[in-house]
Nanobody, 127 residues
Framework: QVQLVESGGGLVQAGNSLRLSCAAS????????MGWFRQAPGKDREFVGS????????YYTDSVQGRFAISRDNAKTTVYLHMEHLKPEDTAIYYC????????????????????WGQGTQVTVSA
């Protein structure tokens, strides 16, 4: 498992951009798929996107496709979530997570696919 710490959240106006970072520690980071989730008040934790071990392949939920992008820097053991054209409905606590399984033809996207979680970072988008 890896230990994960998110940062970069904050208050932003709709239409603007924000980049979240997730710093990882642990020897396995460079070999595992990573993901981002979010959870709005009163709602279930929602998949945002995932990235394979070397950053070549990514997968996103429809609501963020074309606006959000995940990248990773294995040398820095960090994964990023670049968010553009933010909307008020993007307001949530954002979590990064380490996958239990490989990024295959069916990428990891369910909560149960992930075994390591950060503490989350709040993103608030004002109208």
């Amino acid at each position: 498992q890896v230990q994960l710490v998110e940062s970069g959240g904050g208050l932003v106006q709709a239409g603007n951009s924000l980049r979240l970072s997730c710093a990882a520690s642990g020897r396995t980071f460079g070999s595992i798929a990573m993901g981002w989730f979010r959870q709005a008040p009163g709602k279930d934790r929602e998949f945002v996107g995932s990235i394979n071990w070397n950053g070549v392949d990514t997968y996103y939920t429809d609501s963020v496709q074309g606006r959000f992008a995940i990248s990773r820097d294995n040398a820095k053991t960090t994964v990023y979530l670049h968010m553009e054209h933010l909307k008020p409905e993007d307001t949530a606590i954002y979590y990064c997570a380490g996958s239990r399984r490989a990024f295959t033809a069916q990428p990891p996207y369910e909560v149960t696919d992930f075994g390591s979680w950060g503490q989350g970072t709040q993103v608030t988008v004002s109208a």
